[in-house]
């Protein structure tokens, strides 16, 4: 089951030598963290990136174990912004010239780049930035400009104390006129002594939720005061500015200019099942330790993931992991192989593309963000402390429902491709992840045949209710459009809707990847026939919490629906012996969890016993404050005390 989720012996064992490595290093150590104060943090990640940079040369990582490294380490900062996306964004829009001079000094990190896109008063608007980008023909640069407050970049993350260049988007003005948001390289730092160059104004835009986690990054504001740059450092494979100030578009289409977030929103999505993974390890291997009610006769009290209700809640999340890291694996060929077309210049699959990387980043995101709280309250109070490992990683994770995309506006990006590919119909088959969208005589009008519990352990017969749902909610918002003169005017005013047809057409895609995987990817029979439980979980979990639409559809009978639950308990029946060892299938290490609760010899009480013993208050018995503020409360003699 470890080498099925690492999806090959090769890829395991990369993963678990680079777990080892990291828990094995007393630098990397994080128990103590969530006791610094900010400045401290900060410092700390410095020394820690400073340091895998040093393993990543000295010891001679590849990428795959580079990236691997950085996951383990576990601390948001800088690199993740320069590798995931300044030097994507120099590979996917640079020219070949711009790619030769810029990447090998980003590779080298000779310079630290950031993405600075968003700014205080825009983000999820990409057209409405406000920031300047004039070409001055008589210098053959570019003045790069912040006009207003509002056009203040403002997130980039790394930006604030640490990159010396960044990716900045701009609105390009060539002789007054107005030619589009595109992609220019700034320098903001020196690069001998890391000052901000003139014309900038460079700082941190503050604390963030949580308290140990998202601080480790430096996100921040930046301002021009009219910053000068050479013409050639405009990202110029799509759009090209001559020295006489001539724009000129190339036959690379504009979309291209947003592919930075394709390539992200990707690695988003596969890394949903990390979080999702980690929390359900902590959440399964503490409810088999804790026990509560149940003793008879004196014998020991019900493990509380005995109780229907506890699995109901946590055996749908750990098959939530699975399924998302197999969409994640499936999703990532999706990207190779669109990535080696736009090198050749095929576009044809960019759209589909953009539209899975929306959707999945959408939906995977909600679902882990959403899962981790329910882990947390899986575990009781304790799940409250941080020594449980939850708080902090929800506070980590749940600004990806933000990032990259703000989910409701991914789910509309997901919807104008839906919308499209149903207008075309008549003339051009829908294909990939659409193409069920071709076969919607039989999805409108053939209903479930189901009719005993047992008739939903059947691929085919789940797979075509997920079709027929997401095909009837979509057409049905198709033809409430068509009622609209103004398409536009209509989306806006459908745009719930849209927004639930589009998860219903991802909720098909993260069914259909499960389906696929078990059909043809996954050695051994056990493995296969116990991942095909989880597949059936995830499917009927999803049936069943989205019911209303399946009946709303007429594709299925309340009786249908019920049975569907049926199945869904005697599942969970299914789930509950191989609990541990599917969490422990992530192979996830302690060092990695960093959670009293999900520890892997179950020790928890000791142990948490023990950390409490480590906060700072217990230091001493009469700590700073009581004698000051607490003694004269007690020793004060005033009238209304004896009230
Ligand atoms: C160790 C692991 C590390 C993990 C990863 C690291 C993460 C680090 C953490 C945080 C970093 C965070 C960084 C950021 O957040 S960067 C900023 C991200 N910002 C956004 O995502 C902004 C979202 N907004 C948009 O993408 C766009 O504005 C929009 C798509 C919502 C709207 O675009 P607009 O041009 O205004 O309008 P249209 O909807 O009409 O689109 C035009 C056209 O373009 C197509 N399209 C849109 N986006 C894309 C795309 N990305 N790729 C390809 N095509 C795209 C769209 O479909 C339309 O096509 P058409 O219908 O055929 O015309
Ligand atoms: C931790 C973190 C790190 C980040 N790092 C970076 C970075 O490195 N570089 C960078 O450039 N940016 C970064 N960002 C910024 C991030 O990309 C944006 O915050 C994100 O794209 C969302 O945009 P917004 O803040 O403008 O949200 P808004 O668009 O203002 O969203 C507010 C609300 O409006 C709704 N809404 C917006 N538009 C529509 C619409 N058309 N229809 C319906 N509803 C709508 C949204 O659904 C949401 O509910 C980061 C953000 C965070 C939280």
Known sequence: MKVAWAGSREAFQVSDRMAKLVANDPVFEKFSKPMLGRKELFKNTLRKAAYAWKLINDLRLTEEEAKWLRHYIDEPNYTDLHWEMFVPAIEGQGTKEQKKKWLPLAQTMQIIGTYAQTELGHGSNVQGLETTATFDRQTDEFVMHSPTLTSSKWWPGGMAKVATHAIVYARLIIDGLFHGVHGFIVQLRSLEDHSPLPGLTLGDIGMKFGHGTYNTMDNGVLRFDHVR???????????????????????????LLYGTMVSVRQTIVADASKALSRAVCIATRYSVVRRQFGSRNGGPETQVIDYKTQQSRLFPLLASAYAFRFVGEWLKSLYIDVKQRLEANDFSTLPETHACTAGLKALTTAATADGIEECRKLCGGHGYLISSGLPELFAFYVPACSYEGENVVMMLQVARFLVKTVSNLGYKQPVGTAAYLGRVTPLLQNNCAVQTAEDWLNPDAILEAFEARAARMVIGCGERLAMFENPEEGFAELSIDLVEASLAHCQLITVSVFIQKLNHEIPGNGVKRSLEVLCYVYALFLLHKHQGDFLATGYLTPKQASLANEQLRTLYSKVRPNAIAFVDSFNHMDH??????GRYDGNVYPKLYEAAWKDPLNDSDIVDGIQQYVQPILKQKLHYAKL
């Open 229 to 255: 740059i050479p013409r050639n450092q405009m990202l110029m494979r799509v759009s090209q500015v001559t020295k006489e100030g001539k724009y000129a578009q190339s036959d690379v289409p504009r979309q």
């Open 592 to 597: 990695y969890l960093c959670s009293v609760l």
